[in-house]
């Protein structure tokens, strides 16, 4: 069966030409490395202006920037606080406990999304030696479910973190995302209640490439990064091909008229999905994220023609992920597919 556009991550999408342009721009001459360049000093008083601190480091990937923040900021007898699907938790094969040597606390949650009430329970074992004391509070925005905290929810749970000493690390593998979602493009408005925020530019547009952003308070820590970063293997030597992507994803909002596209496609297959009986919507869709359960057999024969990863064991849940560069043609290819597949299986 010929397998159509994919929905299964904004991973799998391209680059984006302005990123690519940017790439070959930097793909010129001999410059220094480790980011002494032009270019990497460019960006960085780019992005200090725009998330508004000095504090600004780039690495390869994703898991690497969220287990680094951890590594410059806790020890091994100190935990994190996370939910139960966080990245951390279960996509990142032990990489915290391994590199950190800390330990996860995973909450339980419905939607993604973890509560103060939720954080105050597991603040309890601080001054005693026998149980592991938590240092950090580790979100997801958007959460590995598609949800979004509002502005509100971010800013109780760092007034409780901070007040009780700990530190809060955003996991923003699509932090673009939810910012159009929350239609705010100033990003220093986030930065006043994050510690350290891991920003994602490869799944908006980039090649490859995340950012480390520490509040302009953190300073210490911020300072210690680099070494950290060499010690895990994730000091980039050529580090100026990481800033020229994030120079062309800033250029223009880029970074934000693509989670924007992106977020549309998602509540575009989401409203049409709405009005198809036979299958349910089981998370609100507030970035590029759908997911949707339907009949066992259909998701069987869509993973075969558009591939996408089924969720959880026994739900018949499939997550669809729309990119920076689906669009309205592929969306409708889509859901033409599920009617007809959910027709012949109801003739079976």
């Known amino acids: 069966m010929e397998k159509k556009r994919g929905f299964a991550s904004d991973n799998n999408a391209g680059v984006h030409p302005a990123v690519m342009n940017k790439l070959a721009m930097a793909n010129k001459g001999h410059v220094l490395a480790y980011g002494e360049d032009e270019l990497t000093e460019l960006t960085k008083s780019l992005l200090s202006g725009i998330f508004g601190t000095l504090n600004i480091h780039f690495v390869f990937g994703g898991t690497a920037a969220n287990v680094l923040s951890f590594a410059s900021l806790m020890g091994s007898h100190e935990a994190v606080i996370c939910a139960d699907t966080a990245h951390i938790n279960v996509d990142e094969c032990g990489a915290p406990e391994r590199f950190v040597g800390c330990k996860l606390l995973p909450i339980k949650t419905g939607n993604g999304k973890i509560t103060t009430d939720q954080i105050k329970r597991l603040c309890n074992t601080v001054d005693i030696p026998h149980s592991v004391e938590p240092k950090m509070v580790s979100i997801s925005q958007p959460t590995e479910l598609g949800t979004v905290y509002s502005m509100k929810e971010l800013a109780c749970i760092s007034n409780l973190v901070r ?21 705010i493009k100033d990003l220093s408005k986030f930065m006043e209640h994050i510690d350290v925020l891991s920003f994602g530019g490869t799944k908006n547009g980039m090649m490859f490439g995340e950012a480390v952003i520490f509040h302009h ?37 880029l970074w934000y008229e693509n989670a924007k596209h992106a977020n549309e496609m998602a509540d575009i297959l ?36 558009f591939p996408c990863y089924v969720w959880g064991n026994t739900d018949n849940v499939v997550r669809l992920m729309s990119s920076f560069d689906t669009s309205p043609e592929d969306i409708e290819e889509l859901v033409d597919w599920l009617k007809q597949a959910i027709a012949s299986v109801a003739l079976c």
């Open 163 to 183: 007040s009780r000493g700990l530190f809060l690390h955003v996991d923003g593998a699509r932090f673009a995302n939810a910012a159009a979602y929350l239609k």
């Open 217 to 253: 308070r953190l300073t210490g820590a911020s300072g210690r990064f680099s070494a950290i970063a060499k010690q895990g293997m994730q000091l980039p030597s050529k580090m100026r091909f990481i800033a020229a992507q994030f120079l062309g994803l800033f250029e223009n909002d």
């Open 270 to 305: 989401a409203t049409v999905l709405r009005r198809m009986s036979e299958v349910k919507i089981v998370q609100r869709v507030q970035s590029n994220a759908v997911f949707v359960q339907m009949p066992p057999d259909v998701v069987i024969q869509l993973q075969e023609c």
